[in-house]
Each structure stands twice: as C-alpha cells, then as structure tokens.
C-alpha cells in the first residue's frame, strides 16, 4: 500500500492546485492520499472532485499550526468532517490571525525600506491565505534576499523587520477542534522542531496526555534511523503512526508525492479503519 497523508495545495503554501496534487498522487500509484494545508480546508472540494473523476481515496485533512510551551508546534487533523462548526470556527480564528499577521508583517519590512509588501505578497499568494513561505517568495523575487534561508535569517524571524511571532490556539484546543470534527489528531514533522530529543518526548508525553492520537513516524525528508527512533517514541507513547511526504512543490524541494520509506511494523496505522 502506497500511502501519503501530508500534502499541500496552493490553497497554502504550496504551488499547484488541488486537481494537479490529486493527479500527481495518482500518478504515483497512492492508494490512500490527503491534502492537508496549513489552516484551512477550502482545497478540498477541489480535490475531492478531482479525486471522485480519477478514483483515488482521499482523506480529508488539514495541518494546524498549535502552541506548546511556547513553541509553534504542527498538529495534523486526518479524517476531519469540514462540516464541524467547531472545527471550522477554530480554523477561521488561525486564518484571521494570518491576516493580521501578514499585515504586521508587512509594517515591519515597510520600516525596513521593503514598500507595498502587503500588495506585492498577495500577488504570490494564489489564494486568500498569506502565509511567511509566501513573504519570503516575494522577498526573493523582489531581489532584496537570495534565497529562503537569508530570508528567515534577515526578516521574518524573531526580532527581525518582518518577524511576528505566532499566536496560535494551544496545542489541547486545536486536539479538541480535530476530535469535534471526528478526526485524528496526529503531530506532524517531530523531528522538524528545533528542540532536542528529551524535549520532543516531553512534547509527545503532553500532547498523548492531551489526548494526541498519532504521530508522524515517515516523512518525506525521514532517514531509516530517525523513523526507527521515532516508531520507537509511538511505542512508548501509545501513539498510532502515520506517514506523509509534507510535499509543497517547491522547485528546490527534492520531496515527491508518495516517495516514502516503508513503515516499520512495529505500531498500529492511523489509517488501519479507513
Ligand atoms: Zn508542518
Ligand atoms: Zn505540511
């Protein structure tokens, strides 16, 4: 079984549609897929549509963003009814938080001599959301950085002209908007925080307690030794385990629909009833 349960449309911060990241993943032979962009679910009427014409499984999803000790965490909602009021009640508080954030965003870079950034990022955002990946495109287009890393390095971090730091829901309320919707709250990348081993096993100890489901043992970007290890934490944390490529489209990004390790046989699936 092929399966991919981490994607991303232009509806975020990825580059293709959501027709185009349906086609790729049937291309790719995935029996089980998921769209799941940051904070909202508006790609995937589309998806479904396309899923539905090409026959290809498709679990509605969504990635949000959540707070841990004052870290911005990603928490993955699989299997989501987006017809929760709750749950979409949650998403439109985070969606106008990013609106209100690309605006201060946009103040901070203005003082920096970046002017009408605000008109010229909703140009490179394809839809409604605007998201920092979207800040640093038009950061590099304009000329003024080279690429992504110097971006979030001169800009959009911390005290920088353009930094904003995140104000999300915490991690126990975005758990309970996934589970409102009946959907599995998994968290996304562990080991994409920037925090050492014993503070990621403090992280899933809290979020289990939480009432976490799952946790994301492959990825796209995985090595054999960090799913072993992260397989590892499921067990001991009695999460469920789940595998997605996180797949933007990005010209610079080497991930692909589908192209994932194997699972190691070691925990329960996250998609095992579906
Ligand atoms: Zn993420
Ligand atoms: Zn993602």
């Not at 995937?44 to 707070?67: N, Y």
């Not at 996304?188 to 503070?199: D, E, V, W």
Request: aromatic share 8%; with cysteine; hydrophobic share 40%.
């Amino acid at each position: 079984m092929k399966i991919d349960l981490h994607n991303h449309s232009y509806y975020s911060d990825g580059v293709l549609s959501p027709t185009e990241v349906v086609n790729l993943a049937k291309q790719e032979g995935c029996d089980i897929f998921s769209l799941t962009d940051h904070d909202t679910t508006d790609g995937l009427l589309e998806a479904q549509k396309q899923a539905d014409e090409v026959g290809l499984k498709l679990v509605h999803g969504v990635e949000i963003s959540a707070m841990w000790s004052n870290m911005t965490i990603h928490i993955l909602g699989l299997n989501v009814d987006i017809n929760n009021p709750i749950f979409q009640a949650g998403l439109k508080q985070h969606q106008d938080f990013r609106q209100l954030r690309a605006e201060k965003m946009a103040r901070g870079l203005g003082g920096a001599g970046v002017f009408s950034a605000l008109e010229k990022v909703k140009v490179v955002a394809k839809k409604g959301m605007i998201t920092r990946t979207h800040f640093a495109q038009m950061l590099i287009q304009e000329g003024v950085c080279k690429d992504m890393r110097s971006v979030f390095k001169r800009f959009l971090t911390g005290k920088k002209p353009g930094g904003v730091g995140g104000q999300w829901a915490q991690f126990d309320e975005v758990i309970g908007w996934i589970h409102a919707a009946g959907g599995k709250a998994v968290l996304a990348h562990p080991l994409r925080y920037r925090m050492t081993n014993t503070k990621i096993k403090r992280l899933l100890s809290h979020l289990s307690g939480a009432g976490l489901d799952g946790v994301e043992v492959v990825t796209g970007s995985s090595s054999k030794d960090e799913i072993t290890l992260v397989s590892q934490w499921a067990t001991q944390f009695d999460l469920l385990v789940s595998s997605g490529s996180d797949y933007h489209g990005w010209p610079n990004q080497r991930t692909r629909i589908g192209r994932l390790h194997d699972m190691p046989n070691v925990n329960q699936t996250v998609w095992k009833d579906w």
